[in-house]
């Protein structure tokens, strides 16, 4: 009995994950309404994962449907609080919405459960700039490129954070590096103009006092 349980417990894991992958496969190209099918018949299966309820809630921020978002963002959260995709979901309809403090907070939660979701990271650098505050962003930043020390725009916005702080000769570095990997990206060269520019300047001043 133990056997065929186990048999027939794998089958309806193995039914559930194809359903979730078919949904993920429409979501990325745009067929939102085949994507959730296939999120509310994994739902159906497994009632208590979150997975089909994040998916529910993509189609629908996609679709601009705040409302339905939300609701199905919630009912991922209250299946599994550790959940940080329904974290970020969250955030994004609270920064949609214009509630910048409440989607800080959870894109911090996030990112406190997941270092490396990068959507979490740039919506947290878009709520702290609204907010003026980049403290604890730059902490995530930080802690991203040390997992991908070649992300560039991970890079720029990080250097353009330490220049507001006042670290110049930290931004600039990061800059050289930025503009050593990817020697196109004009807003990176334009900004180690400026930083350099800064720097030269508080030379002068010192040079003058």
Do not use: W
Not at 56 to 85: M, P, Q, T, W
Request: aromatic letters at 8%; one cysteine or more.
């Amino acid at each position: 009995m133990d056997v065929v349980k186990n048999e027939e417990s794998n089958d309806s894991t193995q039914r559930y994950e194809v359903l979730m992958e078919l949904g993920d496969c429409h979501a990325t190209v745009g067929r939102y309404e085949p994507a959730r099918q296939y999120y509310n018949k994994a739902a159906s299966m497994s009632p208590d994962e979150a997975g089909p309820y994040v998916g529910l809630g993509v189609v629908a921020l996609h679709e601009n449907n705040l409302d339905d978002a939300d609701i199905a963002f919630r009912v991922a959260y209250r299946l599994n609080n550790s959940c940080s995709k329904a974290f970020a979901g969250m955030a994004m309809i609270h920064q949609q919405r214009g509630d910048y403090r409440g989607a800080f907070d959870l894109y911090l939660k996030c990112m406190e459960l997941d270092p490396d979701n990068l959507t979490a990271l740039l919506g947290l650098f878009q709520a702290s700039c609204q907010m003026g505050t980049f403290s604890k962003i730059i902490h995530y930043l930080e802690l991203y490129l040390k997992m991908h020390s070649a992300d560039v725009s991970v890079m720029f916005s990080l250097s353009a954070l330490y220049m507001k702080e006042g670290r110049l000769e930290e931004s600039k570095k990061l800059l050289l590096n930025a503009v050593a990997l990817d020697p196109s990206n004009q807003d990176a060269v334009n900004l180690l103009e400026e930083i350099e520019h800064k720097i030269s300047q508080d030379m002068q001043l010192e040079v003058n006092a």
